[in-house]
């Protein structure tokens, strides 16, 4: 049982290029989300989706894409990468029962980004 | 939306003692409060939770404990070890939302 899974873990990128980072969890949760984590910034949610095909804004979306193709998938795009995007991103995942209860959010390793 | 703080921002324990970690969230309409710790260059792993109808949780040396009057919960460490030695965040959330607001953390620093 892998849980949640990043990749890629470490990515250099020149100012203007983009990449795509893929979270993939094997919990069929239905929530997932992406951080992305700065030093003396805790987690800042970029956006989440609440079930396949559905999206929607976090904290500090701008400059982010995402799509949840397949529930087992949450794609986080840049298109155009600057160096303020310099980061660590984590994605998350967590259930979602007919009790409307908030459930613990389990998190991938991570992916170390670097923009030039 | 939820603002959530942790005081101090740092705190050096000497192995054996206790550590404490208070968050304080501005929504009085939240009631789930996880604790997460996170290792240097590891994933945030949940500790323990607790929500808004039970006022103190334990799990061997971790405890919470919350009080909703004052909007403040805790996390308490008891017999700190070196491996205790870590970043850890407090959140809070709210019935039917299932996304949470973090605070920005404390780097509990256990010294042998």
């Known amino acids: 049982n892998a849980g949640v899974t990043q990749t890629p873990k470490f990515r250099v990128l020149k100012t203007g290029q983009s990449m795509t980072l893929l979270c993939a969890q094997d919990m069929n949760h239905e929530y997932m989300y992406w951080y992305r984590q700065d030093p003396g910034m805790g987690l800042r949610l970029i956006h989440y989706s609440v079930g396949e095909g559905t999206t929607a804004k976090g904290e500090v979306p701008d400059g982010y894409n995402v799509s949840r193709l397949k529930k087992q998938n949450f794609l986080l795009g840049l298109e155009s990468a600057a160096p303020s995007q310099t980061s660590v991103y984590f994605c998350?995942?967590?259930?979602?029962?007919?009790?409307?209860?908030?459930?613990?959010?389990?998190f991938g390793d991570g992916t170390r980004l670097s923009i030039l | 939306g939820e603002n959530v703080e942790q005081h101090p921002s740092t705190l050096s324990v000497q192995e054996g003692d206790s550590a404490v970690i208070k968050c304080t969230y501005s929504d009085s309409a939240s009631n789930y409060f996880p604790w997460y710790k996170q290792e240097l260059g590891k994933r945030p792993q949940l500790i323990i939770d607790i929500r808004s109808n039970v006022g103190e949780k334990k799990d061997q040396r971790i405890a919470v404990t919350l009080n909703k009057t004052a909007k403040h919960f805790s996390l308490h460490i008891t017999e700190t070890q070196p491996e205790d030695s870590a970043v850890y965040f407090c959140a809070a959330s709210y019935y039917g939302n299932n996304r949470l607001a973090f605070g920005k953390g404390n780097q509990v620093v256990v010294i042998p």
């Open positions: 998350a995942s967590s259930y979602w029962g007919e009790t409307f209860l908030n459930q613990p959010q389990h």
